[in-house]
């Protein structure tokens, strides 16, 4: 049994003051492990996380009181840094590897204090060949050597708190400690032919009174000896269910044991595991992912960690981000290169979600020392020890080489060699190995010819967004799977920004929180105000200076515009693209950052519109110039379905000009298009492409019904011009409470773009959405962890962006109804 060690207090000297321990000397703090070094610093006041310092002068000591032990083993799971190990005056080792653990045999040890000493000035290894390129993004260049996350080492858009210390347990176990009594020595568990199959081997005690078997999905599974303690099964599972993506199935996990008769004690819980089957189809340079044999649009982000303080993840925490994924439509994450190895909470919450994973190894942009034989080892053994801990999670998707090298080295001239020892090399043939049912790609970007291509293979497609192309680039691109894709500056939500950066969005505070390219003039602030002006006419500087408030509202719509633009396109029918990540998940430090949520974690804008364009069944409009609206519908279930779609056009938002309607039938997994004139059964200029005059209308709107029960699945919207003008709206609002809480019901006689709903007390389940006149649209209320607010005081604002004003809403006005128990007649 394993004890962890408590306790810990941290103690800052100069680099190099003490070669031993500091006994006795010096101030020490308390000090959390698992922990990082600017986690208890900050927490003494000791360290601004707003103005963070270098800390390469200093060394940190950690110390706890060590008790007097018998033989046994010290494991250190997770040392970030430099890290020398000390037991009293002794030295027991040095470290400085953050993607291995380390475990020191110890003999029986007299009562004294354990120190752990992270060298602030230690000096990266000096390593065979030299770089043929330096990524400006990253500093010191020297990180290239060492096996170090780069996190903190990214000042255009990473706080730099550089990560230092133990950030995983620290534990011993004394060597006559119960250990458990099977180990896996390997498991494979696959999808072939619709079946089941597990292949597996595990070392157990010896002698056994019966033979052992397995426990999976219901099945009783015979395993057969195959050496001194060591037994194996390979074959069919009948009858289990297998692992799916959760947009298009159920992602069923079944749990394991081995079993032994006459002696209980010694069966064992071998954890779970989902069967399934990932094949890449690379046909006509394209990159599609099928699970098992399902065509799947793979939708998702770029994930950044839950805490970049303390990298790890309360698990609260972890999981309700997950959740926010599966109820936004996202069904892939990948962990990229620039961020670091999570931890088995998350690939257990990805597996029990049904999201895919796609799994980089730590490498990103550098020229890394190949040729160096002790840097290639050290990467074989990082590489061994991920792929091995997470060999039975079904979430793993695809493994990737890394981030964005190939592409530095073909950007800057550098000649990339065919057999290149490390992405095409070891890596390759470790994951061929290890994870035979995980595909593997050597880098992103891949595939193209130069390697940045975005119509061919694997791409970094930030035409629309950092590049501030027209939306039309995302077709004439030709994108067949964007692994990173749009950057953009998004602003949170109104309620969710601080006071003082919603009051002034052109102070320093502001622009600390707007990432940028390192050494770049421009920063992503400027990208969106680019959109603001091409999409709505108006001058984003004047306007940031005489309206702040329409400003940061304008540059959220431009958010919304711009993804529901990008993934209506990616994902018909006709589209070479088959997935698409955004860059990133979540915001690293407070202000209008990359992330769809905000540092706190909180959903943007941005989120909710990626959201509704997510959804296994999906309703899409794309604007196709001088041949109207293409309306798509995409369905991702395995049933078909009878379904209405109607169009019409109104003008002032709200007089219909124009409409039409189609019953249809949809297939399981299929998808339908209609154009604009087939559902109006007569040419009308939808996209205004014409310009016969001025335009008759000024919104397209389509809705997608259930034919039999009429009920509404959802809508889309079009606007040949965006910037609307400013009207009444004619909200009418009726609040309910129920037993899941208060219920706001809105609905509008004229066309609501972008309708928000903004409270200091409660959160909204969906916002910024457009509200078509007539539909009633049901936003329910959370309350926000730690607010309390007067409950005569308490309500929210209404707005939207063409309405001339805000409508308030008090909770204490709202209508109890009770919740209809499971059964009852609606």
Known sequence: ????????????????????????????????????????????GRFDLNAPRALQGSDFWYRCDWPASPAGKLHMDGLAGSVEIWLGSTLLGRHAHMGVPLELDLAAQAAGQLYLCVRGQASAPKRAGRARWRPRMIQPASLRDVRQTLLGHMPGWCPEWVPLGPYQAVRFVPADAPSPAWSMQSVQAEAREGQ?????????????????????????????????????????????????????????????????????ALSQDLGEL??????????????????????????????????????RSDPAALQHQIDWLVQGGANMVRVGGTMWYEDEAFYRACNRAGLLVWQDFMLANFDYPARDAAFMAELQ???????????????????????????????????????????????????????????YVANTPWGGAPVFNTSQGV????????????????????????????????????????ADLARHPLDTHWKRGTPRDLGASWDFDDVRDHYVQTLYGVEPARLRREDPVRYLDLGRAVSCDLVEAVFSEWRRAASPCAGGLVWQWRDLRPGAGWGLLDEAGQPKPVWHALSRHWQPLQLLITDEGLNGLDLHVVHEGDQALDLVLSLQALRDGQRVVVEGQRHF???????????????LGRFFDTTYAYRFGPPAHDVCVATLRAAHSQALLGWAVHLPQRALPRAELGWQTRLERDDQGLALYVTASRFSQY?????????????????????????????????????????????????LSERWVRFSEAIERSTPAAGDAP
């Open 665 to 679: 039938t949809v297939a399981g997994r299929g998808q339908q298009r209609f154009s604009s004139t087939e559902l």
């Open 274 to 311: 989902g069967f399934r089957h990932v094949t890449v189809d690379t046909t006509e340079g394209g990159f599609a992912l099928r699970v098992n044999g399902l065509s799947v649009f793979c939708r998702g982000v770029c994930w950044t960690p839950t805490d970049l303080l303390r990298l």
């Open 381 to 439: 053994a990082e590489a061994t020890y991920f792929l091995t801990r997470t060999r039975q999670h079904p979430c793993l998707a695809v493994l990737c080489g890394g981030s964005e090298v190939r592409q530095q080295a073909e950007m800057l001239g550098v000649d990339w060699p065919e057999d290149d020892p490390v992405f095409t090399g070891l890596l390759a043939r470790l994951s061929a190995a290890l994870r035979p049912d995980v595909p």
């Open 1 to 44: 049994m394993s004890s962890r060690l408590s306790d810990w207090t941290l103690q800052e000297t100069a680099a190099g003051q003490w070669s031993e321990p500091p006994v006795g000397e010096g101030t020490w703090l308390p000090a959390p492990v698992p922990g990082t070094v600017c986690e208890a610093l900050a927490a003494a």
């Open 755 to 803: 309708l928000h709903f903004s409270s200091a007390s409660h959160r909204p389940d969906v916002d910024w959405f457009h509200l078509p006149p007539g539909v009633e649209q049901c936003i329910r209320l959370q309350p926000r962890e730690g607010v309390t607010v007067e409950p005569a005081l308490a309500g929210g604002s209404l707005g939207a962006l063409n309405s």
């Open 196 to 264: 089941a199959h597990l292949s597996l081997r595990l070392q157990g005690p010896t002698p056994l009174p019966a033979l052992p078997y397995l426990l999976c999905a219901g099945q009783r599974l015979a395993l057969q000896p195959v050496g001194a303690g060591v037994y194996c099964f390979e074959g069919i599972v009948p009858g289990a269910a297998l692992w799916t993506p959760h947009t298009h199935g159920v992602p069923a996990c079944h749990a394991l044991s081995v079993q032994v008769p006459e002696a209980p």
């Open 459 to 498: 791409s970094h497609y930030y035409g629309v967004g950092a590049y501030m192309r027209g939306f039309d680039d995302a077709r004439r691109a030709q994108v067949r799977f964007a692994s990173e894709c749009l950057a953009l500056a998004h602003v949170p939500a109104e309620a969710d920004l601080a």
